[in-house]
């Protein structure tokens, strides 16, 4: 029987149609907003794999706009009521239910400070929603399984296009339009290799860098939620300044390379591990003494890792029944968590 998840992460083509369509003027009242305030700082709201989205918009903003992106701690305005001066700014909030009390109340804060706020949710008359100037409506549709999918990666997709509109940048505008067909190559990906690695796995480490070092991060969370398994993400460059000292004989490793700037860099650092005895997975590039996973090849380096990101949610769901898990219900975890 089909897990929810298994469904959900299938409707990811879908959604991502869905959302381009359907919120196309919301994007672009966002990004004419972002152009008349045009600002100087970025910063985001958000928690869990909303944070993962975060930070993914953070690097894309920084390398293709050069303005810094910067995540605040939700508690500064909910638990200590610290008022933070924004003036100038932009502020985007990343909720899937848009109705956490501590990250709807940073929004209105961030609004009272002067920043302009956007917020990226699935429900468009959520608190979140209404506290903020802006909203991009995911239309995801109802996601059932704790763990998110097709709402993490449109909150990525919402960020992307925001960007890419804001920017008016021809080359990511069209990469956008051609997303969805990139995602459904991504579901016939085959990461059996690392499946039959992480069957019988206690932990592991998951590596990325720049806009994949989200991806590493969101997918260090799925491990955890979906199939007990601790991992934990590094940046390709951080992991060697201590990290690596732990990684011995057969210790699992999951290299997420694309064809960007940092490739390079993390394919060395897969192969320093490989020579210390780890068995090391490497996407899309070839690396000693590693194994290949297959990835999308030829997509713009800024949408390249949020295509990763559809094929290994195929990959963890599988796992997590191999290793005797329901993906759908991670133990001691709800659908919406909300925090103060």
Not at 52 to 69: N, S
Not at 95 to 106: A, H, K, L, T
Not at 204 to 220: D, K, M, T
Not at 243 to 262: G, M, R, S, T
């Given at each position: 029987?089909?897990?929810?998840?298994?469904?959900?992460?299938?409707?990811?083509?879908?959604?991502?149609?869905?959302?381009?369509l359907?919120?196309?003027?919301?994007?672009?009242?966002?990004?004419?907003?972002?152009?008349?305030?045009?600002?100087?700082?970025?910063?985001?709201?958000?928690?869990?794999?909303?944070?993962?989205?975060?930070t993914?918009?953070?690097?894309?903003?920084?390398?293709?706009?050069?303005?810094?992106?910067?995540?605040?701690?939700?508690?500064?305005?909910?638990?200590?009521?610290?008022?933070?001066?924004?003036?100038?700014?932009?502020?985007?909030?990343?909720?899937?239910s848009?109705?956490?009390?501590?990250?709807?109340?940073?929004?209105?804060?961030?609004?009272?400070?002067?920043?302009?706020?956007?917020?990226i949710?699935?429900?468009?008359?959520?608190?979140?929603?209404?506290?903020?100037?802006?909203?991009?409506?995911?239309?995801?549709?109802?996601?059932?399984?704790?763990?998110?999918?097709?709402?993490?990666?449109?909150?990525?997709?919402?960020?992307?296009?925001?960007?890419?509109?804001?920017?008016?940048?021809?080359?990511?505008?069209?990469?956008i339009?051609?997303?969805?067909?990139?995602?459904?190559?991504?579901?016939?990906?085959?990461?059996?290799?690392?499946?039959a690695?992480?069957?019988?796995?206690?932990?592991?480490?998951?590596?990325?860098?720049?806009?994949?070092?989200?991806?590493?991060?969101?997918?260090?969370?799925?491990?955890?939620e979906?199939?007990?398994?601790?991992?934990?993400?590094?940046?390709?460059?951080?992991v060697?300044?201590?990290?690596?000292?732990?990684?011995?004989?057969?210790?699992?490793?999951?290299?997420?390379?694309?064809?960007?700037?940092?490739?390079?860099?993390?394919?060395?650092?897969?192969?320093?591990?490989?020579?210390?005895?780890?068995?090391?997975?490497?996407?899309?590039?070839?690396?000693?003494?590693?194994?290949?996973?297959p990835?999308?090849?030829?997509?713009?380096?800024?949408?390249?890792?949020?295509?990763?990101?559809?094929?290994?949610?195929?990959?963890?769901?599988?796992?997590?029944?191999?290793?005797?898990?329901?993906?759908?219900?991670?133990?001691?975890?709800?659908?919406?968590?909300?925090?103060?």
């Amino acid at each position: 029987m089909s897990s929810h998840m298994a469904r959900e992460v299938r409707e990811i083509p879908q959604v991502s149609r869905r959302f381009l369509l359907e919120s196309r003027d919301a994007l672009t009242a966002a990004a004419a907003a972002m152009r008349r305030v045009d600002p100087g700082l970025i910063v985001t709201v958000a928690r869990g794999s909303s944070d993962h989205a975060a930070t993914y918009l953070k690097y894309a903003v920084e390398l293709l706009a050069g303005v810094p992106v910067a995540s605040v701690g939700p508690s500064v305005a909910s638990v200590y009521g610290r008022p933070l001066r924004l003036e100038g700014a932009a502020c985007v909030g990343i909720s899937q239910s848009g109705r956490s009390p501590d990250i709807v109340e940073m929004m209105r804060a961030a609004g009272a400070g002067g920043a302009l706020t956007v917020a990226i949710t699935n429900f468009d008359d959520s608190p979140m929603a209404q506290a903020s100037a802006h909203c991009l409506p995911l239309r995801a549709g109802v996601e059932q399984s704790v763990a998110a999918t097709k709402t993490f990666v449109t909150s990525c997709l919402a960020g992307l296009a925001l960007l890419a509109e804001w920017r008016q940048d021809g080359p990511l505008l069209a990469a956008i339009e051609t997303i969805p067909e990139a995602f459904e190559a991504a579901l016939a990906l085959d990461w059996s290799p690392l499946a039959a690695r992480m069957s019988r796995a206690q932990s592991g480490f998951v590596l990325g860098r720049g806009p994949a070092f989200a991806i590493a991060n969101e997918s260090a969370l799925k491990l955890k939620e979906t199939c007990g398994l601790h991992a934990e993400a590094y940046s390709a460059a951080e992991v060697l300044h201590g990290p690596a000292a732990i990684v011995q004989a057969q210790f699992p490793v999951l290299a997420l390379a694309v064809e960007d700037a940092a490739q390079a860099g993390v394919v060395q650092t897969a192969e320093r591990l490989a020579a210390q005895g780890a068995d090391v997975f490497v996407t899309g590039a070839a690396a000693k003494g590693c194994v290949t996973l297959p990835s999308v090849a030829g997509l713009h380096p800024l949408v390249a890792p949020l295509v990763l990101a559809v094929g290994f949610y195929g990959f963890v769901e599988a796992l997590a029944r191999r290793r005797g898990f329901d993906p759908d219900t991670p133990p001691y975890l709800r659908k919406v968590t909300e925090t103060v």
